[in-house]
């Protein structure tokens, strides 16, 4: 229905309609994607939003338009009114009107949307508006002008500016500068208010009617809107809803919910990429078991798990890559035969691959007897690709500061590239436009060279060139679509020159990050990346894509590398496989009771372990006072049998491990080091005078046959240590990992051991200092491992463990004692294969963070995270019978206090 | 006088016995059928079973292959499982295992499946008499064991091998035993174990004969 007296507000918006338009410039970027976020709410009824803020594209507005015969419309020429209609026609919402969309509409009603209570704000009865008992009423279906008041109805602003024309006659583009005109890029928020009274003064707008002013400070609410309507985060859009819905909130409440709505959800994502990158390592190191020299299955998922930390460097994951590249490389160099070079004009193939040998701890100069950095000496070579050759050149060259043949080919590469710089900023490999792949690849090779003036000028520019061209989901445009590569790249360049890309002000866009909007492209259920959401380019969208994937998880381990405050992706000076020399060394507990009959353990360990050894043999020095009672093999460690023999006279324990029957070579599971080699159970003969007794290895081989050349000496040199003879009750107190807060532990929790003389095993022992009582677990694995009684607990990191060796803060009593079981996950008391997936699923953050108890039961490894290494843990456990290694671990410990 | 009461009574007897009877023993079948299932004899949870070959000659030498079957799984996905059996590493030597016709997911390949790959100690099973077997999928999901992957007749997990030691002697019963026995879960209830009782598993005997 159509009021047909128009009256006042009538004569206002004709009036209105007749101002000329103001033409302005608007100082959207062009590379922003232009939305308009369109709402309608009738807050000075009380009744909050008619239709909530909705954002759409111009493909939608126009879309939604064709189906009334409008349109298209480029975004010069799209005006508030077509929004409008657009907006109306998505709601099915029925209307009144007068004139036209195109030229002169005047919207007088919206069927449907009343919902009948009124609850008036007091700030608009206050100024002489109508109020609760006193109104109008509503006598139609339709909410619009009249209604409830003589001088109601429908009112419009855009950009928080209440529009000086009619909405068919305002075009976003044409009112940039205006004075209250917002700029939000190439974003506009269209919002329908209903005006109870004041012309908009109760809406907190000063239009300039002689209506005395806005009857309260309205807040600008456009920022909260836009940010509504691009969040899917329900909880917290129904937080934010309640600010927009409150007619008078102050701009520091509506600040605060754009905060919680945008900037809060940012720390939150950050253990999202964490997940996501875990989950994609996983499933490259299971669908691609062996990868070989190329570009996908290749250099890149290398790489990636490497820097990643997925396996460990001396893992032979990348052992046997490696041995492959090695055949690899000698074939393509004695074919080429070009002095290293594994392609005649392509030097990104030698680059690639030296980028996975150094993440690998290999060196890149002697592959086989092949120097891969040789050919690095020849610019001309590394120019034959374009600007890819010197960006792959810098970045190879110096993920190990290989040094050159000649010294200037650093410096030419850095030239070649300052001087493709565009005008933009960026740089493209072709054109005059930037690219965000080649600028972000060109940022991440000159970043070791900020120091240089001309490079930091230029860096400057290029990452204000990325900026620019980000776009409002966070995301960026290449090659005719928006993709997860071209994201990926400019992650990798931002952690290079230490920017966070999810934090960073410039690398955010209408609340979204460049970190945000490659997670968008992660496919849940398949572990991998889409190389683009929608089909185009005969690629299908939300199909995984092997380079894509590759591209991104690089690109999350960068970030999450910089989160972690390590070395950038590419800077893999800290990729060293460690030490390798064979060495020994014994443990003994730190204390024992002085009395005959006393038991104890010394563990020999090894801090690896060579294959192709049929024989060990190793001479312990036993000092007097100790008989041997037995010598049994680590669980780890097959192949042979166990013969020894100890001379009382002369104190030496001889031992040796070899298989007598068929000369089978040793063995050894497992990768995880020290590991438990031998463990010899001593027993006091009689109480000893002395306060301590010391024993040591006189010396170890491994043998491979009667030729002594081919002996291994095995390192004893600092294999020895001494056992402290002490009366009755004592405490000692290790502390096993404290968590670094990566996976799981955080950083305040310590685990510790205390190690108890002259009790039974089991027996109940209670800490409390005054200021804590911990709770201790008796392990029975360790103190069968050690021969004392050890005890578990977690402990705040940074209380003092002094308290710990003072038998004034314990009580024994006759109980027992609650019991550890290392890798029982559930408590159930087995461990079996719920237990492995507990440590997977924790890892992969399927459930809830664990408590101290969980931790101390999973963190197997005893390593300072839980992650996949414990799953393994428990599956080698299960498998292998071999003790955990937090077990093996804490027998060996020494007392943490003096 | 005697004679006709007896005879009177008998026939009234014969009525009343004949229903208290049928009574009694449906009172006893359904007792029994609930006790035993509460038992798990007649439990309608998925099992497990080591296969129970024919008799043996104790002159037997070549290997032979035991199935561990499964019966069922529920509407869930398991991305892990184990068992453990025990032996008597005395009379059987364990060889090791062979693929069995039950699969996981593999969204890789083409047919979406795969057969898992168990671990499993052959040295350390011989040296403790028993036999412990793993799968993990380490993405705690896209390589799970699934009802949808069970084929319609037989489902045989995998193949468990063993050679007659030269000890054994006819009449000698060898008894391979599911210790423990688990598909687990991501959420633990809705896991399949023995010790939770979700799981039957039944034994495997090897009996020697002449």
Redesign the interface.
């Known amino acids: 229905m159509i009021r047909k007296n128009t009256r006042v507000i009538a004569l206002i918006l004709t009036v209105v309609m007749l101002f000329a338009s103001v033409s302005m410039f608007a100082s959207a970027t062009e590379s922003d994607a232009f939305s308009v976020v369109v709402s309608m709410e009738g807050l000075t009824l009380g009744q909050g939003l008619y239709f909530e803020p909705k954002a759409y594209s111009l493909d939608e507005i126009n879309s939604l338009l064709q189906r009334e015969g409008y349109g298209p419309y480029e975004q010069s020429d799209l005006t508030a009114g077509m929004a409008t209609l657009a907006f109306l026609i998505d709601h099915d919402a029925e209307y009144t009107m007068t004139g036209d969309w195109e030229n002169s509409a005047y919207l007088s009603g919206v069927r449907g949307i009343d919902t009948g209570t009124v609850n008036i704000p007091g700030v608009i009865t206050e100024n002489g508006g109508p109020s609760n008992e006193d109104h109008d009423g509503n006598d139609d279906d339709y909410l619009g002008e009249f209604d409830y008041g003589s001088i109601s109805g429908w009112m419009i602003t855009v950009n928080n500016l209440m529009i000086p024309v009619g909405c068919s006659q305002f075009g976003f583009e044409d009112f940039g500068g205006t004075q209250n005109y917002q700029d939000y890029g190439n974003t506009y928020v269209v919002r329908w208010h209903f005006t109870l009274y004041g012309y908009g003064a109760d809406l907190g707008y000063d239009n300039g009617w002689g209506m005395g002013g806005p009857y309260f400070e309205g807040a600008n609410k456009d920022l909260l809107y836009i940010a509504y309507a691009n969040s899917n985060n329900a909880e917290k859009k129904a937080a934010a809803r309640a600010v927009m819905e409150n007619l008078t909130a102050t701009q520091q409440e509506v600040d605060a919910a754009v905060t919680a709505l945008n900037g809060a959800e940012q720390p939150e994502e950050k253990p999202q990429a964490r997940t996501v990158l875990n989950?994609t390592m996983?499933?490259m190191?299971?669908?691609i078991p062996e990868p070989v020299f190329g570009v996908t299955a290749g250099e890149w998922t290398v790489l990636s798990l490497a820097r990643g930390g997925y396996y460990p460097l001396t893992d032979d994951y990348f052992n046997n890559y490696y041995l492959r590249i090695v055949e690899t490389v000698k074939e393509k160099d004695a074919s080429i035969g070009m002095n290293g070079q594994l392609h005649k004009v392509k030097s990104t193939e030698n680059a690639r691959l030296i980028m996975a040998l150094s993440a690998i701890g290999k060196d890149a100069t002697d592959v086989g007897g092949v120097n891969l950095v040789a050919p690095f000496d020849d610019f001309t070579w590394i120019t034959k690709q374009g600007i890819n050759g010197p960006i792959f050149a810098l970045i190879a060259l110096d993920t190990k500061q290989y040094a050159t043949g000649d010294d200037t080919i650093r410096q030419q590469c850095i030239d070649y590239i300052l001087s493709r710089q565009l005008s933009d900023g960026g740089w493209a490999l072709s054109g005059t436009t930037a690219d965000p792949d080649i600028t972000a690849m060109a940022l991440q090779a000159l970043a070791n060279y900020r120091s240089d003036a001309a490079v930091s000028e230029a860096a400057e520019k290029g990452i204000a060139c990325l900026s620019a061209m980000q776009k409002d989901n966070g995301g960026y445009y290449s090659w005719g679509a928006v993709n997860s590569e071209s994201i990926a790249q400019v992650i990798t360049a931002c952690t290079a020159w230490g920017i966070d890309p999810h934090t960073d002000a410039r690398f955010i866009k209408n609340g979204n990050s460049a970190v945000d909007a490659l997670l968008i492209f992660y496919i849940a259920?398949?572990?991998g990346f889409a190389h683009v959401l929608e089909s185009g380019g005969g690629y299908t969208g939300g199909e995984v894509n092997a380079m894509a994937t590759d591209q991104a998880c690089y690109a999350l381990v960068s970030y999450i590398r910089l989160q972690n405050k390590e070395n950038a992706l590419y800077n893999m000076t800290d990729a060293v496989i460690p030490e390798t020399e064979l060495t020994a060394a014994l443990n003994l507990p730190e204390n024992i009771e002085n009395k005959k009959g006393t038991a104890f353990n010394g563990i020999i360990s090894l801090n690896g372990w060579k294959d192709g050894y049929r024989l060990m043999d190793c001479i312990v020095n036993v000092p007097a006072g100790l008989q041997v009672n037995d010598v049994s093999i680590g669980s780890r460690i097959?192949g042979g049998s166990l013969s020894y023999n100890f001379e009382e006279e002369t104190g030496k324990l001889r031992i040796v491990y070899f298989d007598a029957q068929n000369g089978n070579v040793l063995t050894s599971?497992g990768k995880n080091y020290p590991m438990e080699f031998l463990n010899i159970s001593f027993e006091l003969k009689n109480y000893v005078s002395a306060e301590n007794l010391a024993v040591g290895i006189a010396g170890m081989t491994m043998k491979q046959s009667s030729d002594s050349q081919t002996q291994l000496v095995v390192n004893t040199a600092q294999a020895s240590d001494t056992v402290n003879l002490v009366d009755g009750l004592s405490f000692s107190v290790m502390t096993l990992y404290t968590g670094d807060g990566v996976d799981l532990i955080p950083t305040t929790r310590t685990a510790i051991a205390v190690a108890v003389t002259g009790v039974e095993n089991g027996t109940l022992v209670e800490y409390n200092d005054g200021t804590d009582a911990v709770a201790l677990r008796y392990s029975s694995s360790i103190s069968e491992k050690s021969g004392v009684s050890t005890y578990v607990a977690m402990v705040d990191s940074s209380k003092s463990l002094d308290g710990f060796i003072d038998e004034n803060n314990y009580t024994v009593s006759d109980g027992t004692a609650e019991e550890i079981t290392f890798g029982d996950a559930?408590g159930?008391?087995?461990v079996?294969?719920?237990d492995?997936?507990?440590a997977?699923?924790l890892w992969?953050r399927?459930g809830q963070a664990p408590d101290d108890g969980e931790i101390l039961c999973m963190n197997v490894t005893g390593d300072s995270r839980i992650n996949?290494f414990d799953?393994l843990g428990i599956?080698e456990s299960?498998?292998?019978?071999a003790d955990f290694a937090v077990v093996s671990r804490a027998a060996a410990l020494k007392n943490t206090v003096d | 006088m005697e004679l006709t009461k007896e005879k009177k009574l008998s026939k009234r007897q014969r009525r009343i016995l004949l229903v208290s009877a049928i009574l009694l023993l449906a009172v006893l079948a359904l007792v029994l059928f609930f006790l035993l299932r509460g038992g798990s004899l007649l439990s309608s949870a998925p099992a497990v079973t080591v296969e129970t070959p024919e008799k043996m000659s104790h002159t037997q030498r070549e290997s032979f292959s035991l199935a561990l079957e499964l019966s069922a799984l529920a509407e869930t996905d398991y991305?892990?499982?184990?068992f453990?059996i025990s032996f008597d590493p005395e009379k059987l030597e364990f060889l090791g295992l062979d693929e069995g016709n039950v699969s996981v997911k593999h969204?890789?390949s083409a047919s979406g499946a795969a057969l898992p790959e168990w671990?499993?100690?052959v040295?350390?099973s011989n040296?403790?008499g028993q036999i412990?077997?793993?799968?993990?999928?380490?993405?705690?999901g896209?390589?799970a064991f699934s009802k949808d992957l069970l084929q319609k007749d037989d489902n045989v997990l995998l193949y468990l091998n063993f050679r007659l030691r030269g000890s054994v002697k006819q009449g000698d019963v060898y008894e391979l035993c599911i210790d423990?026995a688990?598909?687990?879960a991501?959420d633990?209830a809705e896991?399949l174990?023995k010790?939770?009782g979700s799981l039957r598993t039944n034994n495997g005997r090897i009996v020697i004969g002449g």
């Open positions: 989950e996983a499933q190191a299971a669908s259920d398949k572990c097959g599971e559930n159930d008391g087995l079996n294969a719920q492995a997936l507990g997977v699923n992969l399927k996949t799953a599956v299960f498998v292998d019978g | 991305p892990a499982a184990s453990s969204p890789g671990s499993v100690n040295d350390k040296e403790t412990n077997i793993m799968y993990l999928d380490m993405t705690g896209k390589y423990d688990v598909f687990a991501s633990e896991s174990a010790a939770a």
